[in-house]
Protein backbone atom coordinates (compact mmCIF):
# COMPACT_ATOMS: atom_id res chain seq x y z
CA UNK A 1 0.00 0.00 0.00
CA UNK A 2 1.23 3.44 -1.10
CA UNK A 3 2.11 5.90 2.00
CA UNK A 4 0.84 9.38 1.11
CA UNK A 5 1.99 10.74 4.25
CA UNK A 6 4.64 13.80 4.29
CA UNK A 7 8.94 12.73 4.16
CA UNK A 8 9.29 13.56 8.18
CA UNK A 9 11.74 16.17 8.94
CA UNK A 10 15.15 15.55 10.77
CA UNK A 11 15.00 17.37 14.23
CA UNK A 12 17.61 18.14 16.33
CA UNK A 13 17.09 18.08 20.40
CA UNK A 14 19.27 20.07 22.95
CA UNK A 15 20.01 17.46 25.85
CA UNK A 16 22.26 17.99 28.69
CA UNK A 17 23.31 21.25 26.76
CA UNK A 18 24.39 19.31 23.39
CA UNK A 19 22.39 19.08 20.08
CA UNK A 20 21.48 15.59 19.24
CA UNK A 21 19.83 14.04 16.21
CA UNK A 22 17.58 11.40 17.53
CA UNK A 23 18.56 7.98 15.96
CA UNK A 24 17.14 7.00 12.57
CA UNK A 25 13.66 5.24 12.45
CA UNK A 26 13.60 1.66 11.06
CA UNK A 27 11.70 0.95 7.67
CA UNK A 28 8.49 -1.71 7.94
CA UNK A 29 8.57 -4.03 5.62
CA UNK A 30 5.81 -3.93 3.04
CA UNK A 31 2.84 -5.75 3.23
CA UNK A 32 4.03 -7.89 -0.08
CA UNK A 33 7.68 -8.33 1.95
CA UNK A 34 5.82 -9.76 4.76
CA UNK A 35 3.77 -12.41 2.99
CA UNK A 36 6.75 -13.51 1.25
CA UNK A 37 9.06 -13.59 4.55
CA UNK A 38 5.69 -15.83 6.15
CA UNK A 39 5.33 -18.16 2.93
CA UNK A 40 9.62 -18.97 2.98
CA UNK A 41 9.11 -19.63 6.70
CA UNK A 42 6.39 -21.87 6.39
CA UNK A 43 7.84 -23.83 2.84
CA UNK A 44 11.68 -24.30 4.91
CA UNK A 45 9.63 -25.33 8.07
CA UNK A 46 7.44 -27.84 6.59
CA UNK A 47 9.73 -29.59 3.80
CA UNK A 48 10.32 -33.24 6.23
CA UNK A 49 6.67 -33.43 6.20
CA UNK A 50 6.27 -32.60 3.02
CA UNK A 51 9.06 -35.22 1.75
CA UNK A 52 7.20 -37.52 3.90
CA UNK A 53 3.93 -37.17 2.22
CA UNK A 54 5.68 -37.58 -1.18
CA UNK A 55 7.05 -40.59 -0.22
CA UNK A 56 4.09 -42.40 0.81
CA UNK A 57 2.31 -40.99 -2.35
CA UNK A 58 5.03 -43.02 -4.22
CA UNK A 59 4.98 -46.03 -1.96
CA UNK A 60 0.98 -46.55 -2.52
CA UNK A 61 1.40 -45.86 -6.44
CA UNK A 62 4.19 -49.05 -6.83
CA UNK A 63 1.88 -51.06 -4.25
CA UNK A 64 -1.07 -50.26 -6.97
CA UNK A 65 1.25 -50.78 -9.75
CA UNK A 66 3.18 -54.06 -8.15
CA UNK A 67 0.50 -56.54 -10.44
CA UNK A 68 0.66 -59.23 -7.03
CA UNK A 69 -2.82 -61.28 -7.55
Do not use: F
Amino acid sequence: MLNLDSIPQARIVRKAGQLIAPPPGCAEPSALAAHLRTALTYAIGLWPLTCVVLVLCGLLVMAGNSGAP
